[in-house]
């Protein structure tokens, strides 16, 4: 039976079978060129939109939510018009979103809702359990199959008849781990295990032996000891020395003594989060004072979590417990019960969706859609199938041949989805496609795992294929998301891209907007701000010699060799990289002082060597294209033994290296800000008239000194002042003028009866 969904108004669904007279047309609320948007696609996308708004359904609303969705319709028709909508790379993008979109509507949401609520319930106990395994594997033949859960059950008569069931574990589970824990799984809770295992763990009494249960494992037998409340999580932070198992006696005993004199110094109560930096081996949490993520049962090594959990009050330490991995001195940050229902809602059906139980969600969802869809088997023609099963199936060689009888069996039908007839040559399609190699598993039983799997592609392919006629909400969703891509893909072209590329348009559209993009009264402004007069006097005495030693670089001595004017190859060096660094810095200024090697005779000493040196410097750092005003020869008649040299000083204009000087030992003494202000923006500037010259205020404690160098009127800005703006403007100007193209050409009529029906106040 086909089925189709059809809205009435906003929200009322009628269903017709494709046997049923004609069916009436959906009402048109929209026609742009020649496509149809019916009311019902108008009111599904309205309603998303507005409905939590007050205005909904008003008058005024509707009509410019109509402007708003003509517009995105407008640009889809275009879209279609050049066939973006059958590119491959636009096939592919819907086709991952249509995936993505359908599984909310592939589960049983009732299955999910149970199990949702039963794993927040069994996440408030913690079991304690021990376990037998015997190993099978899901597919196994049922022969191997059979002799495991015999196995099994004789395991568990003979625990139950005294057999201690510790012992029969370290003797026959096929549990790697069980040699060394005698099959203890210790603690855990829900969500930690595999669903089916969960299960008869928490539905078997403490003390009781469960049922053979099967796994993706195998076969279980599970011994509860213990129930008890969960503990909830908590957050801790440890210091850890390594000594994993088999070290040397004597590097066991170096890491014990290592780790008994680190906890001495915390009783000492010496800075936990320095001891941890210094001392930790636990590299991803050391820099960090120790702190590891939240955890509960189950989920740390057991003795690491047996003594975090004994920890009563957050700050209590534990003393060196030892893991596996080495010793830990444990520090309890914080608690938290389990968060409630409506908290956790959300991550649980995540995990869910995840976990094992969601293979009962899929045997729900398709025992619904076989009978919705009424599935039939032509058992006659399964059983002539199954039979072509041979010895290449195992191999993953298998290729369909045709037997001499029944002749018609490549056609015959296997069963029917909805009347849709799925053939035994489609069936062997799929078995060629999707065969592998097995072992330990007959012909048959692989020939039976196949057409189950068969079965079950089939009819979520079916369902996938029909979703947009069973769920109204998910039409709609697919039909958002394939004009959007559409549309994204036009925008880029028309607008987005353009507005950015188009630099002789937008020069144009600046041009001829200039009067919307104005610069407000502006100052050129100074404000200190200083935590006192003393701060605010040096402040001063600094500005006004206009540059400042700069604390990012250091005095720089460049070393002379023999001779007046010879640089030594390191000076040179050192000079290079001063040259490119102010290059960069306009800011920079230098101070340039020659010194006299006291060792030079007399002669030499008169003519000046140490400013004839300074000299070649300046010289030296012109020709790497430094102005010659930014460097200043400061005379000295100092004489150094041992030393021809040249020191140089760097300075800046830049007011924060005033602010730095004077912050040394404390970092609040003085704030300094200089650059062009608009009116409203800077409080303490806009309460002292805007005229050039300086003003003295007090505010909150601090004084300030404001000097204001120049007011300007307001003017145009520059495009590169504003550029941003500017093609945000030019971007919905070329997203106008397009629309008005495509209303010449998509002429656009509005079914306005239909409108008013839609508005409710």
Request: one cysteine or more.
């Amino acid at each position: 039976m086909r089925v189709t969904s059809l809205y009435v108004g906003l929200s009322a669904l009628l269903l017709f079978q494709c046997t049923s007279p004609k069916k009436a047309a959906e009402p048109v609320l929209l026609t742009i060129g020649p496509e149809k948007v019916p009311v019902s696609e108008f009111a599904y996308v309205y309603e998303k939109n507005n409905s939590a708004a007050d205005s909904a359904f008003s008058s005024a609303s509707v009509n410019e939510y109509l402007n708003l969705y003509t517009n995105f319709k407008l640009k889809v028709a275009e879209a279609k018009s050049r066939g973006l909508d059958t590119t491959q790379a636009f096939k592919t993008e819907l086709g991952g979103y249509k995936e993505q979109l359908a599984q909310p509507f592939l589960t049983e949401k009732s299955v999910t809702d149970q199990l949702v609520r039963e794993a927040y319930e069994r996440l408030k106990k913690e079991v304690n359990a021990t376990h037998i395994l015997v190993s099978v594997d899901m597919e196994a033949d049922p022969k191997d199959t059979l002799a495991a859960y015999q196995k099994i059950m004789d395991l568990r008569n003979q625990a139950v008849n005294g057999t201690p069931f510790e012992q029969l574990a370290q003797r026959f589970s096929e549990d790697p781990s069980a040699r060394e824990n005698n099959g203890n799984l210790g603690y855990f809770t829900a969500l930690q295990m595999v669903y089916p295992f969960e299960n008869a763990a928490f539905n078997t009494p403490a003390g009781q032996i469960s049922q053979p249960v099967r796994t993706r494992f195998g076969y279980h037998i599970i011994k509860v000891n213990e129930v008890r409340p969960a503990q909830g999580e908590i957050k801790v932070a440890h210091i850890m020395v390594r000594a994993q198992q088999g070290l040397p006696k004597a590097d066991s005993l170096a890491a014990k003594k290592k780790i008994d004199e680190i906890y001495s110094r915390v009783l000492r109560k010496e800075d936990w989060n320095k001891l941890t930096s210094q001392f930790s081996e636990d590299a991803a949490s050391a820099d960090n004072g120790g702190e590891l993520p939240w955890f509960g049962t189950g989920r740390m090594i057991p003795s690491f979590e047996e003594a975090a959990f004994a920890l009563a009050q957050p700050g209590a330490i534990t003393p060196p417990v030892q893991t596996v991995y080495g010793w830990h001195i444990i520090k309890l940050l914080e608690r938290k019960e389990l968060p409630s229902y409506e908290e956790m809602e959300t991550s649980l059906r995540n995990r869910i969706a995840k976990d094992s139980r969601s293979e009962l969600n899929k045997a729900a969802f398709l025992r619904r859609i076989k009978a919705e869809n009424k599935f039939q088997e032509n058992q006659a023609i399964k059983t002539a199938t199954l039979k072509l099963a041979d010895s290449t199936l195992v191999t993953g060689k298998w290729k369909f041949s045709v037997p001499a009888e029944p002749k018609n069996l490549p056609t015959a039908t296997l069963f029917t989805i909805a009347g849709k007839p799925f053939t035994v040559g489609n069936f062997a399609t799929y078995i060629e496609a999707n065969q592998r190699a097995r072992q330990n598993v007959s012909p048959s039983h692989a020939m039976n795992l196949l057409y189950d799997k068969f079965v079950e592609t089939s009819l979520l392919d079916y369902e996938r294929e029909h979703l947009e006629e069973k769920h109204q909400d998910y039409k709609m969703l697919v039909n958002e998301y394939h004009d959007g891509i559409l549309l994204f893909q036009l925008m880029e072209e028309k607008v987005w891209a353009k507005a950015v590329e188009d630099t002789v348009g937008l020069k144009a559209f600046f041009e001829a907007n200039k009067a919307n993009y104005m610069w407000g009264e502006r100052a050129q402004a100074t404000i200190l701000s200083a935590a006192n007069s003393a701060v605010m006097n040096q402040a001063k005495a600094l500005l006004a010699a206009g540059r400042f030693p700069s604390s990012r670089h250091k005095q720089i001595d460049l070393l002379f060799t023999t001779g007046a004017n010879k640089l030594s190859n390191a000076a040179t060096a050192q000079l290079d990289q001063l040259a490119s660094t102010m290059q960069a810095d306009s800011a920079l200024s230098l101070d340039v002082t020659g010194y006299i090697d006291a060792r030079e005779s007399a002669n030499q000493r008169n003519s000046t060597l140490g400013a004839r040196r300074a000299t070649a410097v300046k010289n030296y750092l012109q020709q790497k294209g430094i102005k010659g005003e930014r460097i200043k020869i400061v005379p000295s008649t100092a004489q150094l033994a041992g030393t021809r040299r040249v020191a140089v000083t760097v300075y800046t204009s830049d007011l924060q290296a005033m602010a730095e000087q004077l912050n040394q030992s404390n970092p609040l003494a003085l704030q300094v800000t200089s650059r062009k202000f608009q009116r409203g923006e800077n409080k303490v500037l806009d309460a002292v008239t805007w005229k050039p010259g300086t003003y003295n205020l007090t505010q909150d404690g601090r004084i300030l000194w404001i000097k204001i160098d120049q007011v300007d009127p307001p003017t145009p800005k520059k495009l590169n002042e504003t550029r941003g703006v500017v093609i945000s403007d030019y971007q919905n100007y070329l997203e106008q003028e397009w629309i008005k193209e495509l209303r010449q050409k998509y002429p656009v009529s509005i079914n306005q009866p239909e409108v008013q029906k839609l508005i409710k106040h």
